[in-house]
């Protein structure tokens, strides 16, 4: 490979290498930043670090980082909403997540009552088949009673220990009522699993006002991360708060972690480069999220949260609308699908507003964006890491490109950008999924199809 900044040379092939060698990049992992080879066999890193030994095939990637490959544990992909469905499915969504880093993402199976779990998740992985990324799910707790706790334990059997909850959503049937929550934590614990929680207090929001901050208060989810702390130290049951927006959602956070709960927390790109005002825009409403966006303040306590070491992931919340989808109930603020693209443009962002602008460290970034995720929902130490043994999955990344971010040059399928027109530092210029090359310079190489379910690693 070329200097930073030079065009990588075309027509290699995509094929996996039985074996090969990047050398002169910094290796980028949360323990380790410096110059060093990464040596990958059959699609499996073999060493990491010095000047490696004979391959098949060697390239010179002189003066890229060499990052894991990201872990997005937070994504919808042909989701059924608000009367419409994503615009992303399975297939448009991974190839625009690799084309920004993302090697293996977490996406939801569709629950709804009296759904058996294991039939959702069966389901999902067959609309999942098309997929040009690794991926794996949470199991989305809809109706789930208490009488249910064997569907968990056949879950398990099939290679998915993650569980999702709302303490939201009363209107649509997704809420879960503590009692029930906490029978649910008890069984998961009992498989060594994690539940995943939307963390908004249904009594304090108001639906029919929107996804907006003065309908969905930072107060809703400052109660509900308390109430879930608290349940979540009296079951020991591991559990990771979605989507947290605010100061005082982080400062609940805290306070169960020093009652000893064994919780932890996820926050978005989304809320940590746009505020509330966005929405007295003339297209405000395109940028209706749930939890909402809120203020410069809140922004700040995050990037701090995130420069302390505070949270567990950086994920995206990819729920991508079109302008055709959202624009026409700009006046109907309870029938306005909620929800953001972000899966393509999560690495750089967090490289060009975090890294580069000094809020955040590199080996911070390799944590949030790979290993910690992968460590919360069982895909440790297989993805993630830059280590032997691991898949190689790999990201290389010019730290000193700078470009303009258009919704028009982006894969998702949507024609619109929260981030339109921001200037950025930090490109994806190639990509590598166990050990083969799925995107170069702007194109994607991988097939449909490509894309393997990844159980949880026992």
Do not use: N
């Not at 569709?110 to 998740?121: C, M, N, T």
């Amino acid at each position: 490979m070329p200097q930073a900044g030079q065009a990588v040379p075309a027509g290699l092939s995509s094929a996996a290498m039985a074996e090969l060698i990047l050398e002169g990049g910094t290796v980028v992992t949360p323990r380790r930043i410096g110059p060093g080879a990464v040596h990958i066999r059959e699609g499996r890193i073999v060493r990491v670090g010095g000047r490696g030994g004979r391959a098949a095939r060697r390239e010179d990637v002189t003066g890229l980082l060499l990052l894991p490959g990201v872990v997005d544990a937070h994504v919808h992909f042909a989701l059924p909403v608000a009367g419409t469905r994503t615009a992303d499915d399975f297939l448009s969504g991974s190839r625009a997540a690799l084309a920004g880093g993302v090697t293996t993402f977490v996406d939801f199976t569709v629950g709804r009552p009296g759904l058996p779990l294991p039939e959702a998740v069966e389901a999902r992985r067959a609309e999942a088949r098309p997929s040009l990324a690794d991926y794996t799910f949470h199991v989305e707790m809809v109706g789930w009673t208490r009488d249910r706790t064997e569907e968990i334990r056949a879950c398990a059997e099939l290679g998915v220990r993650s569980f999702k909850f709302y303490l939201a959503y009363a209107d649509s049937g997704r809420r879960t009522d503590l009692g029930t929550l906490k029978a649910a934590l008890e069984a998961i614990r009992e498989i060594g699993g994690v539940a995943m929680v939307h963390a908004e207090a249904e009594e304090l929001v108001e639906p029919r006002k929107g996804p907006f901050p003065w309908a969905r208060p930072a107060l809703s989810e400052e109660v509900a991360i308390l109430e879930v702390g608290a349940l979540s130290r009296a079951t020991r049951c591991p559990t990771y708060v979605a989507h947290i927006s605010s100061a005082a959602g982080l400062a609940a956070l805290r306070w169960a972690r020093r009652q000893g709960a064994p919780i932890l927390g996820e926050t978005c790109p989304h809320y940590l480069l746009l505020d509330e005002s966005v929405y007295a825009r003339p297209d405000g409403h395109r940028f209706s999220v749930t939890p909402p966006l809120r203020t410069p303040a809140d922004q700040r306590a995050l990037w701090e949260a995130l420069g302390r070491g505070l949270l567990q992931a950086v994920a995206t919340d990819h729920c991508a609308f079109t302008r055709a989808q959202k624009d026409p109930y700009r006046e109907e603020p309870a029938r306005l699908p909620s929800g953001l693209p972000g899966v393509e443009t999560l690495l750089v962002l967090l490289y060009s507003e975090g890294v580069a602008r000094g809020r955040l460290g590199l080996g911070r970034l390799a944590w949030y964006l790979s290993e910690g995720p992968a460590r919360a929902f069982g895909l440790w130490p297989r993805k993630g890491a830059l280590r032997p043994g691991a898949d190689a999955d790999l990201v290389l990344l010019d730290p000193r490109a700078r470009w303009t971010l258009h919704a028009q040059d982006l894969h998702m399928a949507t024609d619109f950008s929260p981030y339109e027109g921001l200037p950025v530092q930090g490109r994806v210029v190639g990509v590598l999924s166990r050990g083969e090359w799925v995107y170069r310079e702007g194109e994607v190489l991988a097939q449909p199809g490509r894309g393997q379910f990844i159980p949880w690693q026992s």
